[in-house]
């Protein structure tokens, strides 16, 4: 925070943050009002919202490191404001269906998959090499803290007045945002110099990653999780419902996530050292862990405690992925190795809410996140394993060498 430039990216990240949980929560409330919490459209909702991270966020990687990140952001932020203006006007009249809503969540997904590698790699050109650790630390820890606040604003907004408010206040955050972004001033950084085609230039990520181990593995630890245990977010509503017949308290159940997540993120950034792959993996076996304990609680306030956890886990694991795998990249490749973390930690998403949708629709919500906890804790401590064993052999044959 010594940083100006950093302090003025960490607070639009903040703000933008904050109207996109507000808006997210709202997406669920309205979508589970019109639909009786039915977890298909639920799943169906969560699978169109973040689709886009997948496909288009490698592509958004290679703009990433074209052009200049700063005004990636603007053009995107600006496009929310547009959109979500839309979408107010629509609830407040009262023009929403359940078929409606899913082409503004594709949209809002898609302007999300072009910021998000811009909106991460931009932390490096905001402080020095030396403080990017604490720097990531600090972006999760305000992610975190507008997941705690963005819930606890959407409550009164979904019980007093109409889901249009909601809507209205993330596009009244984007222009704020908007208006921020124009008066930073960023460090540069020279371009790669490349002379192949776009999809080599795609391409070009993935072999960087291949060539700062443990990169990859860190990757396909964060793309089980994903798959897996981070649906769990979808199902919040349903498990609010049914477990606990309470129809409005996933607000509670995400607001007190967050502020788990906001604890782990801040454990992170204290630390003196740099995560490594053996701590990172250890966090996420232990998230899957606590959502395995999560699909067998039945008791409300139980059930908080165990999403504290859950949030203080989710985002210690995902913070120290994101710093680790930001410490192994160059600059000029930065927005491409991005765009891998962001398809593993919000692209494969859908895919996990909509089979655990549909699965929890027949065989209950409380097996469901049992079983994604579960594959999510075995596979991060095989990962582990193996890593381990690479090292020692890649050990062995340096001495023998």
């Known amino acids: 925070m010594h940083h100006s430039e950093f302090r003025v990216v960490w607070s639009t990240f903040v703000v933008g943050q904050l109207g996109f949980w507000i808006s997210f929560i709202t997406f669920q409330a309205l979508m589970a009002r019109l639909t009786g919490s039915d977890g298909k459209w639920l799943g169906l909702l969560f ?8 496909v288009f ?59 998000a590698p811009a909106g991460q790699a931009v932390v490096a050109n905001s402080v020095p090499a030396v403080d990017l650790t604490s720097a990531i630390s600090m972006q999760s820890a305000g992610a975190n803290l507008s997941r705690v606040i963005g819930p606890t604003v ?10 249009g408010a909601a809507f209205a206040l993330y596009a009244i955050t ?62 919040l509503p349903v498990l609010s419902d049914q477990v606990f017949d309470r129809p409005r ?33 250890l966090l996420v076996a232990g998230f899957g862990a606590s959502l395995l304990v999560l ?16 949030g203080v886990f989710y985002f210690s694991g995902m913070t120290s992925l994101n710093t680790l ?19 593993g930690w919000a692209g494969l998403v859908p895919i996990g809410g909509l089979w655990q949708g549909s699965f929890a629709q027949t065989h209950g919500v409380g097996t469901t996140i049992t079983i994604a906890g579960s594959v999510t804790a ?14 020692q052999t890649v050990r062995r044959w340096t001495v023998t060498t």
Request: glycine share 6%.
């Open 47 to 54: 699978f169109t919202n973040f689709i886009p991270m997948l």
């Open 57 to 115: 966020t490698p592509f958004a990687g290679v703009i990433a490191d074209r052009l200049e990140r700063r005004r990636i952001m603007i053009v995107c932020y600006a496009l929310l404001t547009i959109l979500m203006t839309v979408l107010a006007v629509l609830a407040f009249t009262e023009n929403v269906t359940p078929t409606t809503l899913l082409p503004f969540a594709f949209g809002i997904g898609t302007i999300f998959s072009f910021n």
């Open 154 to 163: 959407a409550a009164p907004f979904l019980t007093l007045w109409n889901e």
């Open 174 to 235: 984007s222009v704020i945002v908007v208006w921020r972004l124009r008066r930073v001033k960023l460090s540069t950084y020279e371009p790669e110099h490349f002379a192949g085609s776009f999809w080599m230039r795609l391409r070009g990520g993935f072999d960087h990653a291949k060539e700062r181990p443990p990169a990859l593995a860190a990757l396909s630890v964060l793309c089980m999780s994903s798959l897996f245990a981070a649906g769990y977010l979808a199902l």
């Open 249 to 281: 308290g996933f607000t509670t159940l995400a607001a007190v996530t967050g502020f788990g997540s906001m604890i782990g993120a801040l454990t992170t950034g204290f630390r003196q050292k740099e995560p490594t792959f053996a701590s990172a993996a």
């Open 295 to 310: 699909g067998r609680v039945t008791d409300w306030i139980a059930a908080n405690a165990v999403m504290v956890v859950v």
């Open 325 to 343: 795998i930001q410490s192994l990249a160059d600059e000029n490749k930065r927005g491409r190795i991005m765009s891998l973390f962001v398809i």
């Open 378 to 391: 075995v596979y991060s401590l095989l990962a582990l394993l193996v890593v381990g064993r690479r090292r």
